[in-house]
Every structure is written in structure tokens, then in C-alpha cells.
Nanobody
Framework: QVQLVESGGGLVQAGGSLRLSCAASGPIFSGKAMAWFRQAPGKEREFVGSIDWSGGYTHYANSVKGRFTISRDSTKNTLFLQMNSLKPEDTAVYYC?????????????????WGQGTQVTVSS
């Protein structure tokens, strides 16, 4: 069964930290690029960051660069998003996605598998 399940969301004050996890089931983790996206109320879904199949290369949106870190644990088929120095504008539903390719720079359209999302709310 192919599945992505996010966890770790919640309510945090501005300046705080959260760590999101995404557990993958099925052949959609090993050898695949993985990414995080987010969607705020009334806004389109936006790219947050991605990581290549090996974990050796990451790519981030300018809005989160220096504050967020993506990593992956191949032994647990799990993707992580460490979020530090959170801002109210980071409030959104965060989704993990599995890519059809191995590189971190594949286009958004190349992520066929998505999780259900986890809510992150940052209060001011």
C-alpha cells in the first residue's frame, strides 16, 4: 500500500520550533526525491523544500531558507522538516510528497504521491 502520513503539527508561538515527520509506506521513498509543500487559507499551495534520494542535496524556498531543514532517514522510510524561528506567516497545512524522480530539483508536477497534511499554526 502506497501511503504518506504526516505528523508533528500543532500550535506554536512565533519564534518557536516544530519538527514534522512523514512516514512512507510502499515503494515511494527509497530512491525518490521527497518534498514538503504548504497551503495557507485562501492561498495556493507552495513549495517549501525538497531533498534528493540520497539526502545529500536539499533545496529550499527563499521564504524558509536558513530557518527550515529537511532530512530523511532511509532506515525508517521517514522524511523530516525541522522548522525554527517560526513566523505567523508560516501558518498552513503542511504536506509531504514523493517524487517520480531522484533529484531535488524536479518540478512540482513530478510529485505524484501526497500525504493528507498536518496543520501548523504560529501565533503572534
Amino acid at each position: 500500500q502506497v501511503q504518506l502520513v504526516e505528523s508533528g503539527g500543532g500550535l506554536v508561538q512565533a519564534g518557536g520550533s516544530l519538527r514534522l515527520s512523514c512516514a512512507a509506506s510502499g515503494p515511494i521513498f527509497s530512491g525518490k526525491a521527497m518534498a514538503w509543500f504548504r497551503q495557507a487559507p485562501g492561498k495556493e499551495r507552495e513549495f517549501v523544500g525538497s531533498i534528493d534520494w540520497s539526502g545529500g542535496y536539499t533545496h529550499y524556498a527563499n521564504s524558509v531558507k536558513g530557518r527550515f531543514t529537511i532530512s530523511r532517514d532511509s532506515t525508517k522510510n521517514t522524511l523530516f522538516l525541522q522548522m525554527n524561528s517560526l513566523k505567523p506567516e508560516d501558518t498552513a497545512v503542511y504536506y509531504c510528497a514523493s517524487g517520480s524522480g531522484a533529484g531535488a530539483l524536479i518540478p512540482t508536477s513530478s510529485y505524484p504521491y501526497w500525504g493528507q497534511g498536518t496543520q501548523v499554526t504560529v501565533s503572534s
